[in-house]
């Protein structure tokens, strides 16, 4: 059934009524972009449009998943899995099932995903096996290295996904070249409306740095937690062994550890360098509010993270990133982000480089869930 919606006293446009979607997340940057598609859906509720969320539970700590729906005002998943801490087999294998049961019951117009995770591509699976259309934000990004789960994931779930929503012209070319010409729409990024919305409100409420005692461009942040950076013993003390080297009274190191991250270093016998080590500030994950926070406030960002990359561009913060390649290539091209890889030498020389940086415009406006929702209600 169609309805018109009235603007001006003119009937501008059809919108499908009663539409349903399902959003399936489970990591913690897919609950920062789903924050800002499901604020765009709460808004367009009179258009019929009612969004249920199916958490995996890929990241089930309440550092890594209960704080963002808290701070971020996530609607409450109606279905909770557990499907965290496997092997990547079992854990997507778990996804699929336990998803394929709840589209069956549920039958939903469209599934919606987002980025390149495990539960990306198990949610897009199970949805597309029963014809039900994927709707993929973060489309058409492409490290070009297979030897990384997530590049798997995204090249699948593009595959096989309806619309595919691409923040970047690059993205789009990725698709093009892959023979994935149809349903592809370039609306921005999701993370940079959350980087404008929750920026001004991480100055007003985040008090992170009189907590650490830190001064504004007076430290740098690091995050670390890609596998074939965590999953390599030399490359793991490479990385540490820079942090080690270029931290210091008045630069101290924050290092808000990953789950796995910390299962890595104290396997290789790493954590002590760390812990003992005065000038490195070890401590647990953070909220999405202080993260930004540190992120605009740090003198430079150090990072294997897709997310933290592309806020410390959207921040102006200066950014070394821990790999040899990116996906958000307009970051390195813009001068704010270096690929240092992981050596030591190449770290600390890259930190010491001066590029010449300016400003970004690719990843849209502020307003690309609110696009992503006008063109799904339009179609
Ligand atoms: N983040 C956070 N707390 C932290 C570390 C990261 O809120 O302790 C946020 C960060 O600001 C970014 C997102 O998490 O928005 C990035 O997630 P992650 O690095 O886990 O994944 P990736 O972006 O590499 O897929």
Redesign the pocket.
Known sequence: MTVGILYDNHIIKEKKKNMKIITIIG???QF?KAAMVSKAIIQHKDAGIEEYILHTGQHYDA?MSDV?FRQLDIPKPTWQLQCGQESHAAMTARILVETEKVLCTNNPDYVLVY???NSTLAGALAAVKLHIPVVHVEAGLRSFNKYMP?EINRILTDRISTLLFCPTSTAVNNLHREGIVEGIYHVGDV?YD?AIVFGKIASQYSSILSSLNLKSKGFYLC?I??AENTDNRERITSIIKALTDIATANYPVIL?L?PRTRTCVEKYNLLPEIAFNPFIRLI?????L???ML?KEAAVIL??????QK?ACFYQTPCITLRNETEWTETVNCGWNQLAGYRTENIIRCLYTSTHKTNVSEYGSGNTAEKIIDIILEL
Not at 284 to 288: F, K
């Open positions: 990591a913690r940057p920062i550092n963002f980025g390149d995770t997530e993370m959350a995050t937690h890609r808000p990953h647990e994950p953070i909220g999405y202080d993260m930004i992120e990072t294997d993270s897709g997310g933290v806020e």
